[in-house]
């Protein structure tokens, strides 16, 4: 399929609303197609769907900032469907999602003064809009990265609807609608370009390329540190393991025009223990560790990094106790130290045993350009996965039976004491 045949997400999302709004007369396989769409987007409402001959709907286009707000009167359901490009991120389609649930209660006001549009205020004569549930489908034409995944996990009422799943609901419908037939084509236009995109750097990869892209980033750490149940499974859904992928984009109006991927290195539930109150009342709790796929002058490194965020007076107090502690466990477990010598033998890495960065303290760093393109496939490179594997699981048990309270207790600042910073 031609460049000219590439659809934007508007009008994606335009096909998908037309085709929800009408009720395509004298063509049950269109009707199906709707209740299929509306069956996704608000799967709490499946079984009424089920139950009724027709569907209506109304879709607003000029409400907010969101591409669509689609109305089922019979189910006195809202459908909010939003790019979450136009927003920066998710997160912030939640500003708008609040300031739309107000405005619908100043429908009914004596002071109309609402921002919804001339369609809703109509509507409002006819209809009790202030009893309607609301949904969010959040669809952004491409793929999401694994920060959005984990915010729509914790947001239940949040949809996500990937060009992938759009295209497996719209295929079988292919051929009953001209529309629909481009739509699909575009699809997996889209689907195709994105599965390739995320394989490049196992083969010829220029560094620049790696250096600016999320998605690059993510697919290597995927590659590294788990093992997915079907190729491109972390593309198009929510992981089930409890770590999560954190990737920056290049900032655009800043010098910085790399991306950062971190991976934590705890489980969600460990996680919980790096905190300082935990610590200073004497309870277990665990050093704050991350894996981080980062840039330094013409290469990456992927880095394991001790992490304070406990604030200033913290920091003076607990930072340098913390890293000693973590290389200690490094210097004198005989299995990671068998394991170390291999990273730095055989992958030019190197341990480090100074502290950095007030808030970021380097233990391993270890460059990726010699494991990927051209080296991907080979023993070189499995072996390494191997290593980095089986190392991240011996230092996590290591760590996890290390005694913290006693290593804290044992240091014992002097007032006004302050700790030196050596810079790496």
Same mark, same amino acid.
């Given at each position: 399929?031609?460049?000219?045949?590439?659809?934007? !997400?508007?009008?994606?999302?335009?096909?998908?609303?037309?085709?929800?709004?009408? +009720?395509?007369?004298?063509?049950?396989?269109?009707?199906?197609l709707?209740?299929?769409?509306?069956?996704?987007?608000?799967?709490?409402?499946?079984?009424?769907?089920?139950?009724? +001959?027709?569907?209506?709907?109304? !879709?607003?286009?000029?409400v907010?900032?969101?591409?669509?707000?689609?109305?089922?009167?019979?189910? =006195?359901?809202?459908? /909010?469907?939003?790019?979450?490009?136009?927003?920066?991120?998710?997160?912030?389609?939640e500003?708008?999602?609040?300031e739309?649930?107000?405005?619908?209660?100043?429908?009914?006001?004596?002071?109309?003064?609402?921002?919804?549009?001339?369609?809703?205020?109509?509507?409002?004569?006819?209809?009790?809009?202030?009893?309607?549930?609301?949904?969010?489908?959040?669809?952004?034409?491409?793929?999401?990265?694994?920060?959005?995944?984990?915010?729509?996990?914790?947001?239940?009422?949040? $949809?996500p609807?990937?060009? =992938?799943?759009?295209?497996?609901?719209? @295929?079988?419908? #292919?051929?009953?609608?001209?529309?629909?037939?481009?739509?699909?084509?575009?699809?997996?236009?889209? !689907?195709?370009?994105?599965?390739?995109?995320?394989?490049?750097?196992?083969?010829? /990869?220029?560094?620049?390329?790696?250096?600016?892209?999320?998605?690059?980033?993510?697919?290597?750490?995927?590659?590294?540190?788990?093992?997915?149940?079907?190729?491109?499974?972390?593309?198009? =859904?929510?992981?089930?393991?409890?770590?999560?992928?954190?990737?920056?984009?290049?900032?655009?109006? %800043?010098?910085?025009?790399?991306?950062?991927? $971190?991976?934590?290195?705890? @489980?969600?539930?460990?996680?919980?223990? #790096? %905190?300082?109150?935990?610590?200073?009342?004497?309870?277990?709790?665990?050093?704050?560790?991350?894996?981080?796929?980062?840039?330094?002058?013409?290469?990456m490194?992927?880095?394991?990094?001790?992490q304070?965020?406990?604030?200033?007076? *913290?920091?003076?107090?607990?930072?340098?106790? $913390?890293?000693?502690?973590?290389?200690?466990?490094?210097?004198?477990?005989?299995?990671?130290?068998?394991?170390?010598?291999?990273? !730095?033998?055989?992958?030019?890495?190197?341990?480090?045993?100074?502290?950095?960065?007030?808030?970021?303290?380097?233990?391993?760093? /270890?460059?990726?350009?010699?494991?990927?393109?051209?080296?991907?496939?080979?023993?070189?490179?499995?072996?390494?996965?191997?290593?980095?594997?089986?190392?991240?699981?011996?230092?996590?048990?290591? $760590?996890?039976?290390?005694?913290w309270?006693?290593?804290?207790?044992?240091?014992?600042?002097?007032?006004? *004491?302050?700790?030196?910073?050596? #810079?790496?």
């Amino acid at each position: 399929m031609g460049d000219s045949m590439i659809m934007d !997400v508007v009008e994606q999302i335009d096909i998908i609303t037309e085709t929800i709004e009408n +009720n395509w007369p004298h063509n049950s396989d269109m009707y199906h197609l709707k209740r299929e769409l509306l069956a996704y987007m608000v799967p709490h409402l499946v079984g009424e769907l089920d139950t009724v +001959n027709s569907i209506r709907a109304y !879709v607003v286009t000029d409400v907010l900032s969101f591409d669509a707000v689609i109305i089922l009167p019979q189910f =006195k359901q809202f459908i /909010i469907i939003g790019n979450p490009a136009g927003y920066g991120n998710i997160a912030n389609m939640e500003v708008e999602v609040i300031e739309f649930l107000q405005a619908l209660g100043e429908l009914y006001s004596d002071h109309c003064q609402s921002t919804l549009g001339e369609m809703f205020r109509h509507l409002s004569y006819h209809l009790n809009l202030y009893e309607y549930a609301t949904t969010v489908v959040v669809f952004n034409g491409k793929h999401f990265i694994n920060r959005e995944w984990r915010f729509l996990q914790t947001h239940p009422q949040y $949809i996500p609807l990937t060009v =992938k799943t759009l295209l497996d609901i719209v @295929k079988p419908y #292919c051929n009953k609608n001209l529309k629909i037939v481009n739509l699909s084509e575009c699809l997996q236009e889209i !689907v195709s370009s994105i599965e390739l995109e995320a394989t490049l750097w196992r083969d010829d /990869i220029d560094i620049v390329e790696m250096q600016k892209s999320t998605l690059l980033q993510e697919a290597f750490m995927e590659s590294i540190f788990f093992e997915p149940s079907t190729p491109y499974s972390w593309l198009w =859904k929510a992981r089930t393991i409890e770590r999560g992928i954190n990737s920056r984009p290049p900032l655009s109006n %800043s010098l910085d025009s790399y991306s950062r991927t $971190i991976l934590t290195f705890w @489980k969600r539930q460990q996680h919980s223990m #790096c %905190s300082r109150p935990r610590a200073v009342r004497g309870e277990p709790f665990l050093p704050e560790l991350f894996w981080k796929l980062t840039t330094k002058l013409n290469n990456m490194y992927l880095m394991l990094i001790f992490q304070n965020t406990w604030g200033d007076e *913290d920091y003076t107090l607990y930072r340098k106790p $913390i890293y000693k502690g973590l290389v200690g466990i490094l210097d004198t477990n005989e299995e990671l130290q068998q394991l170390c010598s291999r990273i !730095v033998e055989d992958y030019n890495g190197k341990i480090q045993r100074k502290h950095g960065h007030y808030y970021e303290s380097i233990l391993v760093k /270890i460059p990726i350009m010699p494991l990927i393109g051209a080296n991907w496939n080979t023993l070189y490179t499995h072996e390494f996965i191997k290593l980095i594997r089986k190392f991240e699981s011996e230092y996590r048990n290591a $760590i996890l039976n290390t005694d913290w309270q006693s290593i804290l207790h044992e240091y014992k600042p002097i007032v006004g *004491d302050t700790l030196e910073v050596d #810079c790496i």
